[in-house]
């Protein structure tokens, strides 16, 4: 009888954590009317915040909330910001920047995620101002817009990190749902604006990081692959390889290779590309994200345990590599040595000369590129591997450490310097 009681108490007290540590499954941003951000208001219920206002940091940033089964928790809250940045259009030219947060991040006020979007955010706009100077136009008006989902399901400590599987199968479900839509609106109002002919173009950039990079990825990998063949009706000739918006960036995507192998065979079996070929899809790994390099490994071991595999050879435009399929499957994409395409690196005692890319020479910079030939971007330097055919526009690269030094640490001043100049290249007329 006592021990039956114990045993009553300890899964009543286990049930009472669990309860207790469930992450909050609501909307944070319930306020869909426009904020200025103030000493005296921080805005932290609004969906629609408008920062620094009349300053050269200004930017507006916007919350788009998504449950955990990929639906929008609001479709009034996608529509408020969608109507926004169509009356910011009707004036001025745009950049949007959309970020998708990984696992244990939020749209909860006060994420930290949310702080370093707005960092990066403001140090664009102040960009965005001084490039107005120097080109004699009007500045881009800056725009965030901060994709939240459950990105933690269980607060309690320690706990929290054995829902990597549940977690990563609710990236996929926000990927292959509601969060198309939303991607696919904003893409539209950067198209609109840009047919009207403004003296400067607007932009469009994804970016996902973690489990958000498999969101993004999910969400965009059938479009891109749709447009990089481009099958329209009507059709009389080949073009270059189109993507989605200006530039799709993966930020430490805690996803498997093998779902990347399909876009990698995609644009190496095409031998040569157009001079005016230009990056469409960008995935920057750490070389000590130990987080998608140790712990992604050993989550996929045990989801993919049962799963057969086989080894994939291949030897488009006599550029051979061997695909074992399960290594691929266990692996972040990132870390996957045969899919590698560039690394990234310091700047720091180059002796060979290289191409320099910055905002006066970036129309022709990328036709120069050669096989295992260097770019400087600024204060890094980009190292094409030998491994793909020259102006590939899908970019797997490896980082270095200086530059990314762990897993969360995706908005160095170097690393956004870099992705600035690689957007500014992707979209130049």
């Not at 870390?335 to 690394?343: A, C, G, K």
Request: hydrophobic share 40%; proline share 4%; with cysteine.
């Amino acid at each position: 009888m006592v021990g039956q009681t114990k045993m009553t108490l300890f899964w009543t007290l286990a049930i009472q954590l669990l309860v207790t540590g469930c992450a909050y499954d609501g909307i944070y941003r319930s306020d869909y009317n426009p904020c200025v951000v103030s000493t005296a208001s921080e805005c932290s219920q609004h969906s629609l915040q408008k920062h620094h206002v009349g300053t050269d940091q200004e930017f507006l940033l916007g919350f788009v909330e998504i449950d955990d089964q990929g639906q929008l928790r609001d479709r009034a809250q996608m529509r408020a910001l969608i109507d926004s940045l169509y009356q910011i259009a009707v004036d001025d030219s745009i950049v949007i920047n959309v970020f998708v947060h990984g696992w244990h991040h939020n749209a909860r006020p006060g994420d930290p995620n949310i702080e370093s979007f707005k960092g990066a955010l403001s140090r664009l706009s102040r960009i965005e101002h001084d490039l107005s100077l120097t080109k004699h136009t009007a500045s881009r008006k800056v725009v965030g817009v901060y994709v939240g989902w459950r990105g933690e399901s269980i607060t309690l400590p320690g706990i929290n990190y054995l829902t990597f599987w549940d977690r990563k199968g609710t990236a996929q479900e926000v990927g292959h749902r509601g969060i198309t839509e939303l991607f696919l609106n904003l893409e539209e109002i950067a198209n609109v604006k840009n047919a009207l002919s403004p003296p400067i173009k607007s932009r469009l950039v994804l970016m996902g990081h973690s489990f958000g990079g498999a969101v993004v990825y999910s969400a965009t990998s059938q479009i891109l692959a749709s447009r990089f063949i481009d099958t329209r009706a009507g059709k009389s000739y080949v073009d270059t390889a189109k993507g989605f918006g200006d530039l799709v960036v993966l930020l430490n995507p805690a996803f498997e290779a093998l779902s990347y192998a399909p876009s990698y065979d995609l644009a190496q079996a095409r031998c040569s590309y157009f001079d005016n070929q230009v990056p469409r899809l960008a995935i920057l790994t750490s070389e000590a994200d130990y987080a998608t390099k140790l712990a992604f490994p050993a989550g996929q071991a045990v989801s993919t345990f049962f799963e057969t595999h086989d080894t994939v050879e291949r030897n488009d435009c006599n550029l051979p590599y061997s695909l074992d399929e399960g290594a691929a499957d266990r692996s972040a994409v990132g870390h996957f040595e045969p899919l590698l395409s560039h690394t990234l690196t310091p700047l720091a005692g180059q002796t060979q000369p290289m191409a320099v890319v910055n905002y006066g020479t970036m129309k022709n910079i990328w036709s120069t590129q050669t096989k295992g030939g260097s770019t400087q971007f600024g204060s890094t330097v980009l190292t094409h591997l030998n491994k793909t055919t020259p102006r590939n526009p899908y970019l797997n690269i490896r980082v270095d450490k200086t530059l990314i030094a762990d897993h969360n640490d995706v908005f160095g001043g170097r690393v956004m310097d870099f992705l600035r100049l690689l957007v500014e290249m992707s979209t130049t007329d």
